[in-house]
């Protein structure tokens, strides 16, 4: 319960300094595309007759699953491509498919898998899934050593040794990355969200956006960004509970 | 000869990484009921020793045997108590002792009451929910041990087990090791770096050269167990202190 407590104290630290910046650009910049940040905040009830509840549920299923794929894929690639035998060939295929953008493949992800949420989940794992195996791979490799050295004088097996080292390890990995995608995954949720659905943050902004309702537009980002801050905060309570051992 | 239950031996096993040698011709044999101290100047090449024993490293030279055959860890059960504690970070105090159990696929309720009782006597049944970085030297050395003696031993690799420990605790860590020690007696290899402990717990002491490491002297020792005020207690300290004064050069 601490922990919430810190999150909350540091969220609103956070939307004062915030808050403070996007007042000065209102000022400076003095155009409609730029509201009162007051204003935005007062329209917040609003967005309930424009049914945000759906849109923030169908954003936030999007960005939960393609993170657990992610975090899945990661994991399991990740501690693949640190084997000396699967990374002769994983390695080369992942420098090569690395800086392939990703984002230009939505059409044909899109022709394939259709318009639903697949095709969104796909794209989001597609892209958030690369940093999280490349952490992985790193931190297994940087196993030290002696961590198996008790268990091989055991005589443990290469199972249980992977399930009592390896494994724990890497899952310590793929949080830090996890935390670092973050802020991709919610770009590439709302990029998604701009094509073939009528439900979720970025279609609700992009449609306000072409209602030139910039107050209301502005206070779906400011959900969009809700929606990022619960899962910084869902990540972090994981972290506290796996990783209690860190401390 | 050497089919004698669970005799350890080792001939002339030779040890380099790439460009340094660290051990040099180590020869010697030792079976049930020994406790084998080792004393040698800090890089000689001990940990090796053991590690090589504990299957830590494979790129030596020589044999080494167990009951006459090649060391199998999987179906022997080996005991290392690492200079370094050999803990898992995410696991509990109470989780890395039952490891042991776990790789060797014993049921854990079966050893409840040793498990308790060895942390009872070690002082850390108050830590078994920790978590090793909550713990101090020497708590994690006293998990360490505690991991050790749970099961039964073909072999004992102690790696300075008492290194970290406090005068008071020491000793009664001593006490505890020999308490259990005694009831199977399993061939044991116990690296110190102090004379006392070599002299108050080995059956042989063995005294390594400077890097790289090689027997000098094996001394088959007339004051194990003898009290630390007794005459011979103290001759066979001063012996061994001599010697080493000799080999080491004054250190
Ligand atoms: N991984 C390694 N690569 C290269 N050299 C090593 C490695 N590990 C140990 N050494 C060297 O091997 C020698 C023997 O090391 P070892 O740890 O066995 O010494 P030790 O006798 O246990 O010393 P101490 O009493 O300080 O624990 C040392 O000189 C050390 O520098
Ligand atoms: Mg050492």
Not at chain 1, 26 to 51: C, E, F, G, K, W
Not at chain 1, 102 to 126: N, Q, W, Y
Not at chain 2, 214 to 219: G, P, Q, W
Request: charged share 15%; glycine share 8%.
């Amino acid at each position: 319960m601490a922990i919430l407590v810190e999150k909350l104290r540091s969220f609103g630290i956070g939307l004062v300094i915030v808050g403070a910046i996007w007042y000065l650009a209102y000022i400076v910049i003095d155009r409609a595309v730029m509201p009162n940040p007051m204003l935005v905040i007062q329209s917040l009830p609003t967005l309930l007759n424009h049914n945000i509840g759906t849109h923030f549920m169908h954003s936030m299923y999007r960005a939960f699953m393609g993170l657990f794929f992610s975090m899945t894929i990661g994991l399991v690639v990740g501690i693949l491509a640190a084997n000396v035998h699967a990374a002769k060939v994983l390695t080369p295929f992942l420098y090569f498919t690395y800086p392939i953008p990703r984002v230009a493949l939505l059409p044909v992800i899109m022709l394939v898998f259709g318009l639903g949420d697949t095709s969104k989940i796909i794209m989001i794992t597609l892209i958030v899934a690369y940093p999280i195996i490349i952490v992985v791979r790193d931190s297994v490799k940087d196993i030290p050593k002696e961590t198996y050295n008790t268990l091989i004088c055991l005589g443990a097996t290469r199972v249980q040794m992977f399930f009592t080292v390896t494994l724990p390890w890497a899952a310590s990995g793929v949080l830090s990355a996890m935390r670092i995608s973050l802020g991709t995954a919610i770009a590439i949720l709302f990029f998604t969200e701009t094509y073939g659905t009528s439900f979720g943050m970025g279609f609700f902004i992009l449609d306000m956006w072409q209602r030139i309702n910039y107050v209301l537009m502005f206070a779906g980002i400011v959900v969009l960004s809700f929606t990022g801050f619960i899962i910084f905060v869902f990540i972090d309570v994981l972290e506290d509970v796996l990783l209690r051992w860190r401390k | 000869m050497f089919l004698a239950n669970n005799m350890l031996s080792l001939e002339k096993v030779s040890m380099r990484y790439d460009t340094q040698e660290v051990l040099e011709n180590i020869s010697f044999s030792a079976g049930n009921g020994e406790i084998c101290s080792f004393i040698g100047p800090s890089g000689c090449g001990k940990s090796t020793m053991l590690n090589i024993l504990a299957g830590n490293i494979r790129q030596y030279t020589g044999v080494v045997s167990l009951k006459g055959g090649a060391i199998d860890h999987r179906a022997m059960s080996i005991g290392l108590i690492a200079q370094d504690y050999g803990l898992l970070p995410w696991k509990t105090v109470l989780g890395n002792i039952v490891l042991p159990l776990k790789i060797k696929r014993l049921k854990v309720a079966d050893y409840k009451q040793k498990i308790d009782f060895a942390m009872e006597k070690l002082g850390i049944s108050q830590l078994s929910k920790r978590y090793p970085n909550q713990l101090s030297g020497g708590q994690k050395q006293r998990v360490a041990i505690a991991k050790t003696f749970i099961m039964d031993l073909n072999l004992l690799l102690m790696d300075e087990p008492f290194s970290a420990l406090d005068a008071i605790t020491r000793e009664e860590t001593q006490e505890f090791f020999l308490d259990i020690w005694q009831q199977n007696k399993p061939c044991t290899l116990f690296v110190t770096h102090s004379i006392e402990e070599a002299v108050f717990l080995g059956t042989k002491i063995f005294i390594f050269s400077h890097s790289p490491g090689k027997i000098v002297a094996e001394i088959a020792n007339p004051a194990f167990l003898k009290s630390r005020a007794d005459a011979e207690f103290f001759k066979t300290c001063s012996a061994i202190r001599e010697i080493i004064q000799k080999e080491w050069g004054g250190t």
